[in-house]
């Protein structure tokens, strides 16, 4: 079984495991008197919900508990004043709504985290990848260098392709310098500096 399979399976029981939860809550809550504050262990479902990592989900309960906090009141025995039931419902829906945008918080958190983790490893890449290529070019120019102090290569490729070979190699290395020194790496500034040699010979 693959990860991201293992990953869906496990966000499923959770889920499942938060709506049974809901619904022991809502049971409970139901069939005891009004002057208890039994509508605020809702918060339970969506804390289990975290595992889940799914925003949406953790909306639909939300929801779903705010909707059973209220049919509650009108299913639960009586007892307690009415200022008082009212609230203990105000204070379970605030609750509720309180931890689910918490909850939704820290999956945006995490989501942000993942962004970045994911980037700083594209850019560890590219910086390699720089690198590497650097290095051969590195020793294409020695390959050059040898070139400019044999006469026989001299004589038989000329001065001007030598000199074109070189200024070729020169332009190659500092442009690669530049993109190893980059601190954003986006294929925008990669293109501007890559051919910004090109454009200013134009």
């Not at 002057?35 to 639909?60: D, E, M, Q």
């Amino acid at each position: 079984m693959s990860k991201m399979t293992t990953q869906h399976a496990n966000s499923n029981l959770v889920m499942l495991i938060s709506i049974l939860a809901m619904c022991i809550v809502f049971a409970v809550d139901s069939h005891i008197p009004l002057g208890v504050a039994g509508g605020v262990p809702h918060i339970i479902p969506i804390l289990i919900s975290l595992w889940a990592k799914n925003i949406r989900f953790t909306l639909i309960l939300a929801v779903l508990c705010s909707l059973f906090t209220v049919i509650a009141y009108f299913s639960s025995p009586s007892g307690g004043e009415l200022w008082k039931v009212l609230f203990n419902r105000g204070i379970a829906l605030l609750a509720i709504w309180s931890c689910a945008l918490l909850t939704i918080k820290y999956f945006n958190e995490l989501i942000r985290h993942a962004a970045l983790e994911k980037e700083l490893e594209k850019i560890t890449v590219y910086r390699e990848t720089i690198s590497g290529v650097n290095h051969l070019v590195r020793n294409l120019q020695s390959n050059f260098l040898i070139i400019n102090h044999s006469k026989n290569l001299k004589d038989d490729l000329g001065e001007e392709v030598i000199d074109a070979l070189n200024q070729s190699s020169r332009e190659v290395c500092e442009i690669l310098d530049k993109l190893g020194d980059l601190d954003e790496v986006t294929p925008e500034v990669i293109s501007k500096i890559a051919y910004s040699n090109v454009n200013e010979s134009k």
